[in-house]
């Protein structure tokens, strides 16, 4: 394992438990239009997140015809468009763009407020930064994954946050990777060795760029054969003994 100089971290599910995140995130959107959390409404709202950037990822989002063209970094408008189509779609299209679009940048401003690290971050990443170059990339804004890295007192053990939005792709699209390259460029494929806890985004990510990838399976969930991580891990601090 000696070979690898350069650590990509997943963010959510992997350095911070994503699911309480959301939900605090969640409640403080829903108190804007005068609801009150209930888990079934929390669940849906969950749901339709999840659901909304797998569809994202997997290019099933039809874009308004004026935004077809942008490439590379997005403008706000692109982004504002698709961050609010969520809230559209969860509030059975009640509410207009404007309000949707209010109403996700309380949500995505709530979700640097309460942020509680997965087991192990902290210490993990400070052994670790000892040794090598360690980079958060992550399909999430930049500001707020920067901000959720310093709430768990993790940004000072990062060299780099890199996000879909600095570059106009999200994992696991080679293009990400190739502007992680592009920013690195003196390092060879077999150097880098990404770390997260989704198959398709990190593990399938890796495959898609041709470096080996380390899965964290925090719940102990079956392997999809179709995916081949190089390591697999429990917990982060089994990457301490491995790396």
């Not at 990400?176 to 990510?205: M, P, R, T």
């Amino acid at each position: 394992m000696n070979r690898y100089k350069i650590l990509i971290f997943d963010l959510d599910d992997t350095l911070i438990d994503n699911v309480e995140n959301v939900r605090y995130a969640y409640t403080k959107m829903i108190e804007l239009v005068g609801e009150k959390y209930t888990e079934d409404g929390f669940k849906r709202w969950f749901e339709i997140d999840k659901k909304f950037w797998r569809d994202w990822q997997d290019g099933l989002i039809e874009l308004p015809s004026h935004l077809k063209d942008e490439t590379g970094k997005k403008s706000n408008e692109f982004l504002d468009w698709v961050r609010a189509q969520r809230v559209l779609i969860y509030f059975d299209n009640q509410v207009d763009l404007i309000k949707a679009v209010e109403l996700n940048n309380v949500f995505m401003n709530a979700l640097t407020e309460v942020v509680i690290a997965i087991e192990g971050a902290h210490e993990v990443l400070k052994k670790l930064k000892e040794k090598y170059y360690i980079i958060v990339a992550t399909n999430g804004p930049e500001i707020a994954t920067k901000e959720k890295l310093s709430k768990i007192g993790c940004l000072d053990f990062v060299n780099e946050v890199l996000s879909a939005d600095m570059f106009g792709y999200m994992k696991p699209r080679q293009e990400f990777f190739e502007a992680i390259q592009k920013l690195l460029n003196n390092y060879n494929n077999d150097e880098y060795l990404i770390i997260g806890d989704s198959l398709k985004s990190d593990v399938g990510f890796a495959m898609n760029c041709g470096f080996d990838s380390c899965w964290f399976n925090k719940n102990n969930e079956e392997l999809d054969n179709s995916y081949k991580p190089t390591l697999t891990v429990n917990k982060l601090s089994d990457l301490i003994k491995l790396l």
